[in-house]
């Protein structure tokens, strides 16, 4: 397999595309009434799932192109507080930051001036491509995960398929 060809298939696997439900399509037209609804014997709103993936991608964001990367508390600072909720803006501002950041992960990745082989600097051997592999396979457990929490809350648009 070529650079390039590896290149696509990084950037098909942020983008959650083939065998994974794209982020963009499971937060699609989610009512505003469920944002911070818990669904039975669930300790999380959808919103914290989501908020979630934007917290642990951004880590692994700065873990990549931060040289004086500082690690975060596990689990405080990639969840937020049990009892936080999120308005409507709040929850767009959540899709949005966590969008933004896949599209950076993903200009890195097709960026032909950067070895996905390097080792980060200061890191025990990881590389762009260990980190977008693991951005990418936490995203699609969570993404998955959201999909089925619409599907146990009912908040699927009529007609979804």
Same mark, same amino acid.
């Given at each position: 397999?070529?650079?390039?060809?590896?290149?696509?298939?990084?950037?098909?696997?942020? %983008?959650?595309?083939?065998?994974?439900? &794209?982020?963009? @399509? *499971?937060? /699609?037209?989610?009512?505003?009434?469920?944002?911070?609804? +818990?669904?039975?014997?669930?300790?999380?709103?959808?919103?914290?799932?989501?908020?979630?993936?934007?917290l642990t991608q951004a880590?692994?964001?700065?873990?990549?192109?931060?040289?004086?990367?500082?690690?975060? %508390?596990?689990?405080?600072?990639?969840? &937020?507080?049990? @009892? *936080?909720? /999120?308005?409507?803006?709040?929850?767009?501002?959540?899709? +949005?930051?966590?969008?933004?950041?896949?599209?950076?992960?993903?200009?890195?990745?097709?960026?032909?001036?950067?070895?996905?082989?390097?080792?980060?600097?200061?890191?025990?051997?990881?590389?762009?491509?260990?980190?977008?592999?693991?951005?990418?396979?936490?995203?699609?457990?969570?993404?998955?995960?959201?999909?089925?929490?619409?599907?146990?809350?009912?908040?699927?648009p009529a007609g979804h398929?």
């Open positions: 397999m070529d650079i390039d060809e590896l290149r696509r298939q990084l950037a098909q696997l942020l %983008d959650g595309v083939g065998a994974h439900m &794209p982020f963009e @399509e *499971a937060v /699609a037209d989610f009512p505003d009434d469920a944002i911070n609804r +818990r669904a039975p014997n669930i300790d999380y709103s959808p919103w914290h799932l989501l908020e979630h993936l934007r880590d692994i964001l700065d873990y990549v192109v931060n040289p004086d990367y500082v690690e975060a %508390d596990w689990p405080a600072e990639y969840w &937020p507080d049990r @009892e *936080a909720t /999120a308005t409507r803006s709040e929850f767009d501002e959540t899709v +949005r930051g966590f969008l933004a950041d896949k599209a950076t992960l993903r200009a890195l990745v097709m960026d032909p001036d950067r070895d996905l082989f390097a080792v980060i600097p200061g890191t025990p051997g990881h590389t762009l491509l260990r980190e977008v592999r693991v951005d990418a396979d936490h995203n699609a457990y969570h993404v998955g995960e959201f999909a089925i929490l619409r599907q146990i809350m009912g908040t699927w398929d």
